[in-house]
């Protein structure tokens, strides 16, 4: 009676079958190179909402650089062309990455990406980046590279009649880490599947205009991407990392704040998640009727900050907005707490073994802050990121 040879032991990472005697760390960061490609280029036209991207099927996809290059027309006519503070970062409203039938993986707009890039990458400053921001000249804080152009400023009036270049980039981190390549993407099969999509914002979030004013803003969207080849070991087989998790941005909207003592719970707490950073923003109209602006990190604004869980564990809190400030400048060498409103409680910066958030053992956990009452409220909105890791088999939030 003819014998059948045993299957060889799989192991299933991100939704693919991969034998397990594939996965050998050492082995695939002696052999394997580093490819980066552009995989697509697409035409942007004013007004444009959406993009998707599919992803070619090789190797192991560590990121994407999303570069937007174009230009600005401004024509006031009898009217004026004004920019608001969702200009130019978040253009890009909405970027949204899924693999392998996990979806949400990666869901933010441009402007927490960029935010994330000063955040994660210690060598990665914009201080001495001069850019326009509500009319002043900010060198500090701006989120932006030398290599970058705005056209024209965030939060700007009255532009006057031109063309202006436009240059913009952002990157959308699959892995955590670019090193060993915790949270990269596994492509190599025909099962495969990832795609990028991005919603733009619509025109009257970037630009207002009044009487027969235009603006029109064209150019074209490259997105390249950094992959890792996938060698071939002495028995034959491929050889890959652990790429038993994903790694995961999540943007939530949360309105009502009021003055006085706010909470918001974090959305995507469970069991085989761990927090490696929550960030965002507030953003709040300076007066009825006016564009909403991001709200500083200043006393002036904010008072006592915090994060707690359970039922009063606070674990980290600030007392003084401006001194929660300075530590973030301090973290980041950037002042995004400045002129971008931008906080963050950041667990993976120095020691991420030593101080994740284990988001099934920490219950209830939520952001806790006071708005002062010299701060007037218009419709305000709290926009935060949270980052995780996660076991590839659950969902993100």
């Not at 359970?310 to 980290?316: D, R, S, V, Y």
């Amino acid at each position: 009676m003819p014998t059948t040879q045993a299957a060889a032991p799989q192991r299933f990472m991100q939704g693919i079958a991969i034998p397990a005697t594939s996965v050998n760390p050492g082995e695939f960061f002696a052999r394997t190179r580093r490819h980066t490609i552009r995989e697509h280029r697409a035409s942007y036209n004013h007004g444009d909402t959406q993009m998707q991207f599919e992803l070619r099927k090789s190797d192991i996809l560590s990121g994407l650089h999303v570069r937007f290059s174009g230009t600005l027309q401004v024509d006031p006519g009898a009217g004026t062309v004004a920019t608001t503070r969702r200009w130019p970062y978040d253009l890009p409203k909405l970027v949204r990455y899924t693999a392998n039938g996990a979806a949400n993986i990666i869901s933010a707009s441009g402007a927490k990406l960029k935010l994330r890039d000063i955040m994660k990458k210690g060598d990665l400053t914009d201080r001495g980046v001069v850019q326009a921001i509500d009319g002043k000249d900010v060198a500090h804080g701006t989120l932006s590279q030398a290599s970058e152009s705005w056209g024209v400023g965030s939060g700007a009036a009255n532009i006057p009649a031109g063309t202006y270049d436009v240059e913009l980039s952002w990157y959308v981190p699959v892995a955590e880490d670019d090193v060993d390549l915790t949270g990269a993407s596994f492509l190599a099969t025909s099962s495969s599947s990832l795609t990028l999509d991005i919603g733009f914002a619509n025109p009257a979030d970037l630009f207002v205009t009044t009487g027969d004013a235009t603006v029109d803003l064209n150019g074209f969207v490259d997105v390249v991407s950094t992959k890792y080849s996938i060698p071939i070991g002495a028995d034959g087989q491929i050889v890959v990392p652990d790429l038993s998790v994903f790694h995961s941005l999540i943007e939530t909207r949360a309105t009502g704040q009021q003055n006085g003592q706010n909470e918001v719970i974090l959305i995507g707490q469970g069991a085989g998640k761990s927090l490696l950073r929550v960030y965002g923003q507030l953003w709040n109209a300076p007066a009825a009727g006016k564009a909403p602006v991001p709200v500083p990190v200043v006393d002036a604004n904010y008072g006592p900050m915090a994060w707690v869980y359970g039922g009063a564990e606070m674990p980290e809190q600030y007392p003084s907005a401006t001194g929660f400030r300075q530590a973030i400048e301090r973290r980041y060498n950037a002042d995004i707490a400045g002129p971008n409103g931008a906080w963050c409680f950041d667990f993976a910066d120095e020691n991420v073994f030593r101080d994740v958030v284990d988001l099934g053992t920490v219950n209830d956990m939520r952001l806790r802050f006071s708005l002062e009452n010299a701060l007037e409220l218009n419709q305000p909105a709290f926009e935060y990121v949270t980052e995780t890791i996660y076991l590839a088999g659950q969902a993100s939030a």
